[in-house]
């Protein structure tokens, strides 16, 4: 095991796999095993590695077992696979319409987002969740009935 005598030492190596992890990422794809185990070639695809996460990340490598392993420190392998699940992460999350989600839960007297539920409001056709803006101090439901019973004009 490799001990490192300087912070600046292990950022730099930290750093350096960093790096190694996203050259990695653009040319193989790790291949998912479970939901804590995944197989990730080597850089020229001659050997596989097994990464897995329960409590920590852990790799079978000559690098983490030798160097980084007690160092607190994760090798290029491990790395490939925090950057691969925050880009996966952050692909999910492009998909899904996070503003509309979020327009939702805005006062529609100041817009602002810090609502609390403030009761439920019975009528015929059911209850709702009212909702109380703590900014500006305006009650609302987020999706009122508008029905009127107005007789037609004649």
């Known amino acids: 095991m490799v001990i490192y005598k300087t912070n600046a030492e292990l950022k730099e190596f930290s750093e350096q796999r960093k790096e190694r992890a996203a ?3 653009d040319s193989i794809v790790p291949e998912k095993v ?3 185990t995944y ?3 080597s850089s020229d695809g001659s050997k ?3 990464v897995s996460h329960i409590d920590t990340y852990s790799c079978d ?3 983490f077992v030798q160097r980084c392993k007690g160092n607190g420190l994760y090798c290029k392998h491990i790395q490939a696979i925090i950057l691969f699940n925050k880009l996966k992460n952050k692909v999910e999350m492009d998909d ?3 503003d509309s989600v979020m327009d939702e839960k805005l006062c529609p007297k100041c817009k602002s987002d810090k609502i609390l539920k403030f009761g439920m409001r019975a ?3 059911g209850t709702k ?3 109380g803006c703590s900014a500006c101090g305006f009650h609302f439901v987020l999706d009122p009935l508008n029905i009127r019973n107005i007789p037609p004009t004649s």
Do not use: E, W
Request: hydrophobic share 30%; proline share 8%; net charge neutral.
């Open 123 to 125: 009528n015929k056709s």
């Open 129 to 131: 969740q009212r909702y």
């Open 96 to 98: 899904f319409d996070v």
């Open 39 to 41: 197989i990730v070639p």
């Open 34 to 36: 479970d939901s804590t």
């Open 23 to 25: 050259a990695m990422l």
């Open 48 to 50: 596989r590695y097994t």
């Open 61 to 63: 490598c000559p690098d």
